[in-house]
C-alpha cells in the first residue's frame, strides 16, 4: 500500500523552531486575561482614539458585566449574542460573558432583521449585547420574537472623547427603558461569579458562517480550538515583547476574533480599536499607534492603498502584516510592497478551523505556481494535517486539484445543532472544506476556488479565481469578481464584475481584451460589467452570489 504523501507533512522542513514548538496554551482567553494582570496590570490593553485602558481596569469592567449577567439569570452554557462594531464595547461583552461561563455568539451588524432572527432563533440567546442605536432601530423589534431576556446597549461613543464624525457622527440615545446600558454596567463594580471560568472543551463561539452559499451555520468554536490558534499566531508572528495590534479585520469575524483579540490578549499585548474599517481613520490610527501587526481582507489593503494621503511612513512600524478571508492576487502583495515597503503574508483558514489552518511564516515569502499563476496561501501548521482529495475522499497526488481537508487541534467539533451537516462536513472529525486547491511537494498550499464557484463553459472548468488575478494585473482594475452566468450555447459562459481604481478608465471591450490576451480562449469573460464598488460581506469577502444572475443562485 503506497504511504500518504501528506502523512509526512513536507512543510515541517520549512517551519523555523518556534512553529514546530508544542503550544502549551491556558484553558481560555478569560484566563489569558488574569495572566497579562498578573503580568502587567497597568499596561494598556485596549487604545480607542483618546481612550486608554489598561488589563487592571478591563478585569475589573468585565468582572462587573459577568456579575450582573450572573445575576440577571445567566446560567453555564447560555448564549449571549453580541452584535456591536470594533469598540471596547466588544471586548467587554465577549470577555464578561465567558466569565460568567456563557457561550458567546457574534454577530454581524450588517445583518439584517431577519437574518439576526435566525440566528438568535437558532442558537437559543439568552442575552443579547448590542449598540443602543441597533436596539431602536430593529433589534427591539427582532428580539421580540426570539429567547433572549437579558438585553444591554453599548453608545459606542463611550470611553472615548474624540468623536471622530467619520465613524462616530452619530448621536447619543436616551437610555433605554427596556435595556440596561452596558457602560454603566462595566463601570459599576462586582465581582465575577466564582466557578464559572470556562474549561477547554466548553463551546467559547457559534460563529455562523458567513452565509456566502445559503442560510448561516453555527460552527461550535470551543476554548481550546481558540485558544491553539491565538496561541500559534502569538508565538509564530516574530513580534517584539508587547506588540501593537491594529484591529482591520471587525472582531466579530473568526479572523478578528482570534488573530487580533486572541493573539493580542495571548500575548499581553495593546489592542487599537476603530470603530468600523474608513481608510482615512486607519491610517491615522497607523501613524498615531505605530502598530506591529495587522491582518485584513485584500479588499482593506486595496482601499487603504487608494486613500489620496497614504505614504510608506504609514506602515513603517509594521513587523508582521497578513491578510485572510479572501483571496489575494500575487499583483496586490507585489504592487503593495513596491509602493509601501510591507510583504503581505498570505493565510488561510475558515470559521470551521478556528481562522488559520495554513500561513506563510515570518521568514519566507510566498510561492507563486508557475502554472496557474495562483499565489500559495502558506504552510500548514506543526498541529496541523492538510490532505488533498478526490470526488471519492481519496488521497490526489501532490501538485494534483482536488478538495482541501484539514484535521488538526483547531478544527471545531461540528455544527450547532445540525448532525447531519455536521457528519457532511467533518467525516471522523476532518474538515471537508468546500475550497478546491493542491499542495506542492515541498508543502505549499494552494486554493484554487470554492468547489460550488467552479464555471463550466462548453464542458471545459473555468475556475473564477484565475480569472480575477489577471484582472488585478491591469492598472485600472481595483476589484474583480467572476461568476458563471447562463449561456444557450455553451451552458455558462464567464462574466466578470469590475471597480475601477480612482481616477482610472477602461471600457468593458477593453477588460475582456485584456484577458483574452493572458488565458486560453474558454476563460476570458465574454461579458464584463463596470460597478462603482462590489458587494462585500463585513469581512471585506466579495460576495459573488449576489452578483449571478437570480436563477444562477446556488
Not at 460568567?100 to 435566525?118: C, D, I, L, R
Not at 451537516?421 to 508543502?443: S, V, W
Request: charged share 20%; glycine share 8%; proline share 8%.
Amino acid at each position: 500500500m503506497t504511504a500518504s504523501p501528506y502523512a509526512a507533512r513536507p512543510w515541517l522542513a520549512l517551519l523555523q523552531e518556534a512553529q514546530r514548538a508544542p503550544v502549551h496554551p491556558v484553558d481560555s482567553l478569560a484566563h489569558a486575561l488574569g495572566d497579562a494582570v498578573a503580568e502587567a496590570p497597568e499596561r494598556t490593553f485596549l487604545a480607542y482614539f483618546d481612550a486608554r485602558l489598561s488589563y487592571r481596569e478591563v478585569d475589573e469592567l468585565t468582572d462587573s458585566v459577568a456579575a450582573h449577567l450572573a445575576a440577571r439569570g445567566l446560567e453555564r452554557g447560555d448564549r449571549v449574542a453580541v452584535l456591536l462594531q470594533n469598540s471596547p464595547h466588544f471586548v467587554l461583552a465577549v470577555l464578561g460573558a465567558w466569565k460568567a461561563g456563557a457561550t458567546v455568539v457574534p454577530v454581524n451588524p450588517m445583518y439584517k432583521s431577519a437574518e439576526v432572527a435566525h440566528v438568535l432563533r437558532d442558537a437559543g440567546a439568552t442575552a443579547l449585547i448590542c449598540s443602543d442605536r441597533a436596539w431602536e432601530t430593529y433589534l427591539r423589534q427582532t428580539a421580540a420574537g426570539s429567547p433572549v431576556r437579558i438585553v444591554l446597549t453599548a453608545c459606542e461613543r463611550d470611553f472615548q472623547t474624540r468623536d471622530d464624525a467619520r465613524v462616530l457622527g452619530f448621536e447619543r440615545l436616551p437610555k433605554a427603558p427596556d435595556a440596561d446600558d452596558l457602560t454603566a454596567v462595566a463601570r459599576r463594580g462586582g465581582r465575577a461569579p466564582e466557578d464559572r471560568l470556562p474549561r477547554p472543551a466548553d463551546i467559547a463561539l457559534i460563529s455562523y458562517t458567513s452565509g456566502t452559499s445559503g442560510t448561516p451555520k453555527g460552527a461550535t468554536n470551543t476554548h481550546a480550538n481558540v485558544m491553539h490558534n491565538a496561541e500559534r499566531q502569538a508565538t509564530g508572528l516574530g513580534l517584539p515583547e508587547a506588540p501593537v495590534y491594529y484591529a482591520l479585520a471587525p472582531l466579530f469575524h473568526i479572523t478578528g476574533m482570534v488573530c487580533q483579540l486572541g493573539a493580542c490578549l495571548n500575548s499581553a499585548g495593546t489592542l487599537v480599536l476603530t470603530y468600523r474599517f474608513e481608510p482615512g481613520v486607519v491610517l491615522a490610527a497607523f501613524a498615531e499607534h505605530r502598530p506591529h501587526y495587522t491582518v485584513g481582507p485584500s479588499t482593506a489593503f486595496m482601499a487603504l492603498a487608494a486613500h489620496p494621503d497614504v505614504t510608506r511612513e504609514h506602515f513603517t512600524s509594521f513587523v508582521n502584516i497578513s491578510s485572510g478571508g479572501a483571496p489575494v492576487p500575487p499583483a496586490l502583495v507585489e504592487g503593495f510592497r513596491e509602493r509601501f515597503g510591507p510583504y503581505i503574508r498570505v493565510g488561510y483558514g475558515l470559521t470551521e478551523c478556528t481562522a488559520p489552518c495554513a500561513s506563510v511564516p515570518p521568514h519566507l515569502q510566498a510561492p507563486v505556481d508557475p502554472v496557474s499563476g495562483t499565489l500559495s496561501v502558506g504552510l500548514p501548521g506543526a498541529d496541523t494535517v492538510v490532505r488533498v482529495l478526490d470526488d471519492r475522499g481519496a488521497e490526489v497526488p501532490l501538485g494534483e486539484h482536488g478538495e482541501i481537508a484539514v484535521r488538526g487541534p483547531q478544527v471545531v467539533p461540528g455544527y450547532w445543532r445540525r448532525p447531519d451537516a455536521t457528519a457532511e462536513t467533518f467525516p471522523d472529525g476532518e474538515l471537508r472544506t468546500g475550497d478546491i486547491g493542491f499542495m506542492d511537494e515541498r508543502g505549499w498550499l494552494y486554493v484554487v476556488d470554492r468547489k460550488k464557484d467552479m464555471i463550466n463553459a462548453s464542458g471545459f472548468k473555468v475556475w473564477p479565481r484565475e480569472v480575477e488575478d489577471v484582472l488585478y494585473t491591469h492598472p485600472a482594475v481595483r476589484e474583480a469578481a467572476v461568476v458563471g452566468v447562463p449561456d444557450g450555447y455553451r451552458g455558462e459562459t464567464v462574466k466578470a464584475y469590475i471597480s475601477l481604481r480612482p481616477g482610472a478608465e477602461a471600457d468593458p471591450d477593453e477588460l475582456a481584451a485584456y484577458c483574452k490576451e493572458r488565458l486560453a480562449a474558454y476563460k476570458y469573460p465574454r461579458q464584463v460589467e463596470i460597478l462603482p464598488d462590489l458587494p462585500k460581506t463585513a469581512s471585506g469577502k466579495i460576495l459573488r452570489r449576489e452578483l449571478r444572475s437570480p436563477g444562477d443562485q446556488n
